[in-house]
């Protein structure tokens, strides 16, 4: 079997054997990289040599390339968030989840596609145009992570990373047949993850299956002086805290997430898994997240505004593209600013810019804003209440499969409704898994979401992870053809 | 106008003055926070506002502030929270600046302000943390603006006072208080010329008795106090004339011009940015300990009004003398020091309020530049007034010292600057000089004591003004009226 076709935890087992070199898990990636990119479109840059150190003190076992959302930066390589306005900036730094990794000697494959600056949950918006789904290449692969989410599932990447504000990693994940996690707000570092909403934004593994995610979150995650929302807590060791069993364990389904609207197959799927559940020990209890209705708009309210200053630095004055004015205009500094963002920014990055300076705006703030806020609020507190009575909460990720590639592109709204059942674990900060629980009919995967207390991922992992074992969904891999 | 118009307005002046923290580094990165450097050399990714960068908040500079609350009476909010302020302008590399809104660190507090009138409190609207944007330079010869984002991130307090003000002496005179408060708290060099001091002044006016305030004037560009008087009180005129004339006043902000002395108007009210003030989510609000609150009010230095009051009274000043030392904190610590070793305090004042002042005013420097001791300069006050060096030779002695860093008794023995007061010595010059200018000794034989100084004079040119001048005095007298 090509190298590329393994898991992370295979390979480092291989690598500590001296079965495998680095160099050649390397070379089958890039292989596979040259057969299927090209109809895929999961990079946007795939980097030529990789350097990997000799001699470390853990031998490298753990020298298997990643790849890394095009909005994390990595240092001397373009990090461009898939937008014409950053498209040449080269960040000086590594982001710390960069740094971390390269420390352990896990070098970075390439930059994968994604939805300008994260805006998005199809990977239609990028400036590089589309990324497809493995599964079927007329489909998207969710977004706004999709770019790493397909990598790993057309296994051209043993693991990625990505980020998740309102279901980036989730969603694509369920799209894609793969695993995805988005930690706890603060549980990882946000230092060189260019930002979308910073009280959303979370990095987070994408990977082949839990093991994987529990070592990769391992890896990444901890309190970063360098980022101030980061949280001092330990970190335990994910993939040791796996394998005890769920006796005990109560879990919590919400029927407001089993609604009209989510598509009867991944019903019957969701269903199906949470039965697969009940047989591993896990005790099930109806629950109710009673401001679940508001959470799409809240989410549109904050992430907007927070996006709208966010995004206020790309102005052409420092890096990125710098336009003059056409000849009409005067060639003052506002001018400028004017140009450069009218022809920088794609349609959605405007769409998100107008929406929440509108809704920072003095008269609008209190009634859009604040109110957000507010719900914000009550939407936490009905995960605080929940989490006093059970140990994880289950429901789909996604009430839908993989749409088809420009079903939605003119829909902004039903596009929004995609993330419907992400955004709350964004909201209220806790953690959330997605992974496969089947398929649809027409062969297209279907997610399942578990969501955990604040800091509880190991909890969450383990469930995640005796499901995925008991279900077998994770050795299902798409039958990608050579492209003609 | 006259007297009578001018009596039909009061006057109502607030102010917002900037003041820089002279931290080691910038309020939310690792760069140092120094003036004057080459452009762009005190950067880094995060005050350059690069895209994946995040702030962090130092703690000096948070500690700074607590200190200003206190020091102007401020209620201090434990509760530290962040807001931006969004508006686009190139010296702004995020887009936003990182203020507080509507948790400014000290709010309602108050100084007292001494002028001639007497004294009057002006109360403080809020003291809040900011990061300080960074500088334009236009380059007039290749139509270029230049930026330079050294100052970007400095730590920066804005302190905003209540309209409480009714004259533009009295803007001046709080402005001054406002500045040796805060000189003393040493957290800032106060340099309005490095801009680590910035005045914006709000001005208006109404009918005398009026409750409800006029439409107000911001005025900008202010480079110094003597600037913000000048500008309020051409304001005050433009207004007055306004009102006189029935015309309306218009709420704008206007920018002093300091060649042509007037302002000139900058933008209106309708052209007034809308901030869209939101909560600074990369920094996680959190609420300071009252301890820490309670620490730094214990370590607060005595305030200025204090200290002049102890030093009148626990060295006898004269109100003067005590008024000039507590200008300069430096000055006045330097003289409480000096006065440990050294028990004629009135001697040590005019020592430090003559030659050393002088020195400073001249050379354009701080007291800590002019690599001064204590220790130093008592030995060298001890000279003059135990008489081995005339006061004129200990002025030499003390420039001598501030260049060669050399302590008074060796630069005497070094340079033999010693008084001759050895009297076989001094009667051989004296006897010399008598020989010589026997007019002047003949007419003070004949009682004409005015000849006195001229022959003193003669001796002293002949020993180099090492003699003593009062025993020469008492010499020459002694050979010519007792001989």
Redesign the interface.
């Known amino acids: 079997m090509p190298y590329n076709e393994l898991t992370a935890h295979d390979l480092s087992e291989l690598l500590q054997k001296g079965d495998v070199t680095p160099e050649a898990v390397y070379q089958d990636l890039r292989q596979q990289i040259l057969k299927h990119d090209n109809s895929v479109h999961a990079y946007v840059r795939v980097n030529d040599a990789l350097s990997f150190k000799k001699d470390t003190a853990d031998k490298n076992t753990l020298a298997i390339p990643i790849a890394v959302k095009h ?3 990595v240092k001397g390589e373009e ?1 461009a ?1 898939c937008s014409n306005i ?1 498209k040449g ?1 080269k ?3 590594d ?1 710390t989840v960069i740094q971390k990794l390269k420390n352990r000697g896990i070098p970075v494959l390439g930059h994968t596609n994604m939805d300008e600056f994260a805006f998005g949950s199809s990977t239609e918006n990028s400036c590089y145009g589309p990324t497809r789904n493995p599964w079927n290449l007329d489909c998207v692969p969710g977004g706004s992570s999709g770019g790493s989410a397909a990598a790993v599932a057309a296994q051209e990447a043993i693991w990625a990373i990505g980020s998740d504000t309102g279901g980036s990693i989730r969603q694509p994940a369920s799209f894609c047949g793969v695993v995805g996690v988005k930690p706890t707000y603060g549980r990882v570092s ?6 979308f ?3 959303l934004d979370q990095i987070g593994p994408i990977t082949k299956d839990v093991r994987d995610a529990a070592l990769l979150l391992n890896l990444i995650a901890g309190h970063d ?5 980061s949280a001092d807590i330990p970190v335990p060791d994910y993939p040791a805290l796996l394998d005890k069993d769920l006796h005990g364990l109560k879990v919590g389904i919400p029927h407001e997430y089993f609604v009209e609207g989510l598509d009867p197959e991944v019903e019957t799927a969701v269903k199906e898994a949470i039965e697969a559940l009940k047989t591993l020990g896990v005790q099930t209890v109806d629950i109710s997240l009673p401001h679940t209705e508001y959470c799409v708009a809240t989410y549109y309210i904050i992430a907007t ?2 996006a ?2 966010n ?5 052409g ?3 990125g593209l710098r336009c003059r004015p056409s000849q009409t205009r005067k060639n003052s ?2 001018d400028m ?1 004017e140009e450069t963002r009218a022809r920088g920014f794609g349609e959605e990055c405007k769409r998100r810019v107008m929406l929440g ?1 509108f809704s ?3 008269g609008y ?1 209190d009634a859009f ?1 604040l109110r957000g806020q507010k719900v914000r609020t009550l939407i936490k507190q009905d995960f605080d209440r929940a989490f006093k009575e059970v140990d994880a909460i289950v429901m789909p990720t996604s009430p839908t499969t993989a749409f088809k590639i420009g079903e939605k592109a003119n829909d902004p709204l039903s596009m929004y409704l995609s993330d419907i059942y992400t955004i709350s674990a964004n909201l209220s900060g806790i953690p959330a898994v997605s992974m496969p629980c089947g398929f649809s009919k027409s062969g297209m995967p279907i997610g399942l979401q578990i969501c955990a207390k604040p800091f509880d991922e190991a909890t969450m992992l383990r469930m995640a992870y005796h499901y995925e074992q008991k279900a077998g969904w994770y050795k299902h891999k798409p039958g990608l053809e050579e492209k003609r | 106008m006259t007297a009578i118009e001018q009596e039909k307005f009061e006057t109502v002046i607030g102010l917002e003055v900037h003041l820089q923290f002279h931290t080691k580094s910038k309020i939310f990165c690792a760069c140092a926070n120094q003036f004057g450097q080459a452009p762009n050399t005190n950067t880094c990714p995060v005050c350059l506002g690069l895209p994946g960068t995040l702030p962090v908040l130092n703690k000096t500079a948070l500690e700074y502030a607590i200190k200003v609350g206190l020091a102007l009476h401020c209620e201090i909010n434990t509760f530290i929270k962040f807001d931006r302020k969004n508006y686009y302008y190139p010296d702004l590399p995020k887009g936003y600046q990182i203020s507080q809104y509507d948790y400014p660190i000290g709010r309602n507090g108050y100084i007292d302000v001494l002028s001639e009138q007497g004294a009057k409190r002006i109360r403080i609207h809020r003291a809040h943390l900011e990061e300080d944007a960074g500088k334009l330079i236009h380059d007039s010869n290749n139509k270029l603006s230049l930026v330079d984002y050294n100052r970007t991130g400095t730590p920066l307090m804005e302190i905003v006072s209540e309209p409480d003000m009714r004259a533009p002496q009295e803007a001046y005179d709080y402005l001054n208080t406002l500045k040796l408060i805060l000189q003393y708290l040493r957290v800032s060099d106060c340099d309005m010329e490095k801009g680590s001091l910035r005045c914006d002044a709000n001005i208006s006016l109404r009918p005398a008795g009026e409750t409800k305030l006029g439409v107000k004037s911001e005025i900008k560009n202010l480079n110094s106090f003597r600037a913000v008087k000048a500008a309020l009180e051409y304001e005050v005129t433009r207004h007055q004339r306004l009102l006189l004339a029935g015309k309306p006043v218009v709420q704008e902000t206007r920018l002093w011009d300091e060649q042509e002395q007037v302002t000139h108007a900058m933008r209106s009210k309708e052209e007034a940015h809308d901030y869209r003030y939101f909560p600074e989510p990369d920094l996680v609000p959190f609420t300071a300990s009252k301890n820490v609150v309670e620490d730094i009010r214990q370590s607060l230095p005595e305030a200025p009004q204090d200290k002049l009051a102890r030093l009148k009274k626990q060295y006898e000043l004269a109100d003067y003398d005590a008024n000039i030392l507590v200008q300069d904190p430096d000055l006045s610590d330097f003289f409480e020091e000096c006065a440990k070793g050294f028990k004629s305090y009135k001697k040590i004042c005019n020592w430090i309020n003559g030659p050393v002042l002088q020195e400073m005013n001249q050379k354009k420097t701080s007291l800590a530049d002019l690599n001064l001791s204590a220790k130093n300069f008592i030995e060298l006050i001890e000279k003059v007034e135990e008489g081995t060096v005339s006061q004129l030779v200990g002025k030499d002695i003390f420039k001598k010292m501030l260049d060669t860093g050399r302590a008074a008794s060796e630069i005497i023995e070094s340079e033999g600057l010693a008084q001759v007061s050895d009297h076989k010595a001094l009667e051989r010059f004296v006897d010399q000089v008598i020989a010589n200018n026997a007019k002047a000794a003949q007419e003070i034989k004949d009682g004409k004591m005015q000849a006195l100084g001229f022959l003193i004079g003669q001796t002293m040119k002949l020993t180099q003004g090492k003699a003593n001048p009062k025993m020469l005095g008492d010499l020459i007298k002694r050979r010519l009226l007792d001989g």
């Open positions: 909005n994390i930066c990090t968030c950053l900036f960040p000086p730094y982001a946000r230092y060189g993850l260019i930002a909403a910073s009280s002086p360098r980022d101030s929302t505004a927070e709208s200053s995004l206020a630095r790309y102005d004055v420092r890096h500094i506002t600013f300076t920072l705006s003095s703030y804003y």
